[in-house]
């Protein structure tokens, strides 16, 4: 699965990077802002699911990412924030959301939860750590 990852924390976006990666997965970005997500889209690689940080720098908004990339390319996204109640309140454009912090397992489990959801299939199991808005 291609997983854009949108997250301003570089320490974090490294984690997120290689524990995506040990598990098979393709990296797109990492962005830190809207605007580069929207970039790497643009570069013609298109996701297959994005992990969306909601406070991102510069007044940069996640929730704005997934609003306009979930209606644009119907491309589902998880936010990866400590800011649930935002998360929450955005249900709408996002598959589920991943409470920092987080295990590293969780995101890996998260995506192949994400990944049979997306092909129409009935998880096997919900992770710990991910709470899915479907």
């Known amino acids: 699965m291609k997983v854009l990852i949108l997250e301003d924390d570089e320490q974090l976006s ?3 990077v290689e524990e ?3 598990a098979g997965h393709t990296i797109l970005g990492p ?3 809207v605007s580069e997500a929207f970039a790497v889209i643009a570069g013609g690689d298109m996701p297959d699911l994005a992990l969306v940080d909601i406070k991102l ?3 940069s908004r996640g929730t704005e990412f997934a609003k306009e990339a979930t209606h644009r390319f119907n491309l ?3 936010f990866v924030s400590s800011d649930v109640g935002d998360a929450i309140q955005h249900r709408h454009v996002a598959m589920g ?3 920092k912090p987080f295990r590293p397992a969780t995101i890996v489990d998260s995506l192949e939860t994400a990944q049979s959801i997306i092909e129409g299939k009935v998880p096997e199991r919900i ?3 991910l709470e899915l808005f479907q």
């Open 20 to 22: 995506i990666a040990e």
């Open 31 to 33: 962005a830190e802002t």
């Open 57 to 59: 720098r510069h007044g």
């Open 127 to 129: 992770p710990d750590g």
């Open 97 to 99: 959301y991943i409470s």
């Open 14 to 16: 490294e984690l997120l």
């Open 76 to 78: 589902p996204c998880i």
